[in-house]
């Protein structure tokens, strides 16, 4: 098992900035990538931005492309999401979640969830 836990979401104003944090423990070997995925209220669930552990390859949405930035620490088993830019569309709960190889990469397929933290940029 591996357990997920975000941290570093709020309120912020348009045009502001937030980091995401998620740290890993448990089976941490397990995991060959880590990422994010967002809800807002009435929508689905969207992939956010995702990185491999060991290369550091970043993966982004397209419409977060530029304005949000993935990182990783390995000592510390965890990943950060920097979001710049942000909009009011941008409100939602972010989910950490971890990939245990590269085709679950591939397919956006999460082995393990956070429970989430909310995100919310005001107008």
């Known amino acids: 098992q591996v357990q997920l836990v975000e941290s570093g979401g709020g309120l912020v104003q348009a045009g502001g900035s937030l980091r995401l944090s998620c740290a890993a423990s448990?089976?941490?070997?397990?995991?060959?990538?880590m990422g994010w995925f967002r809800q807002a209220p009435g929508k689905e669930r969207e992939f956010v931005a995702a990185?491999?552990?060991?290369?550091?390859?970043?993966y982004y949405a397209d419409s977060m492309q530029g304005r949000f930035t993935i990182s990783r620490d390995n000592a510390k088993n965890t990943v950060y999401l920097q979001m710049n830019s942000l909009k009011p569309e941008d409100t939602a709960v972010y989910y950490c979640?971890?990939?245990?190889?590269?085709?679950?990469?591939?397919?956006?397929?999460?082995?393990?969830w956070g429970q989430g933290t909310q995100v919310t940029v005001s107008s």
């Open positions: 990185i491999t552990l060991s290369g550091g390859s970043a």
């Open positions: 448990g089976r941490t070997f397990e995991l060959y990538a």
């Open positions: 979640n971890s990939y245990s190889s590269a085709w679950n990469l591939a397919a956006r397929r999460g082995a393990y």
